[in-house]
Nanobody, 127 residues
Framework: DVQLQASGGGLVQAGGSLRISCAVS????????IGWFRQAPGKEREGVSC????????YYHDSVKGRFTISSDNAKNTVYLQMNSLKPEDTAVYYC????????????????????WGQGTLVTVSS
């Protein structure tokens, strides 16, 4: 049974940093694509960053390039999203998702390609 548990959200001032985590279980961690997605009020869910645990390839949405970093700790079966220089427009519920690794899952980072989802964690950036 694939399970994902997101944590680490909270309230932060603009310009600040936050790291959110996604603990995964129920599958072979080193052969999966794992992504972070977010949904702001009134907006569609969008792919923020995706990672292949097989080869380490990554994708970043243009809006977060240079500010966010996705990483994984295979020993802990955990994926992190380090978020720096946060902006009010980063405010959203952040979800992690996983599926068997395939190039398209990482290069496009589209939510409909992922079948396994965790609950969200709320990130609020105040101005």
């Amino acid at each position: 049974d694939v399970q994902l548990q997101a944590s680490g959200g909270g309230l932060v001032q603009a310009g600040g940093s936050l790291r959110i985590s996604c603990a995964v279980s129920g599958f072979t961690f080193d052969n999966y694509a794992i992504g972070w997605f977010r949904q702001a009020p009134g907006k569609e869910r969008e792919g923020v960053s995706c990672l292949s645990t097989s080869d380490g390839s990554t994708y970043y949405h243009d809006s977060v390039k240079g500010r966010f970093t996705i990483s994984s700790d295979n020993a802990k079966n955990t994926v992190y999203l380090q978020m720096n220089s946060l902006k009010p427009e980063d405010t959203a519920v952040y979800y992690c998702a996983a599926d068997q690794d395939a190039i398209v899952l990482v290069t496009t980072c589209r939510d409909f390609l992922y079948d396994n989802w965790g609950q969200g964690t709320l990130v609020t950036v105040s101005s």
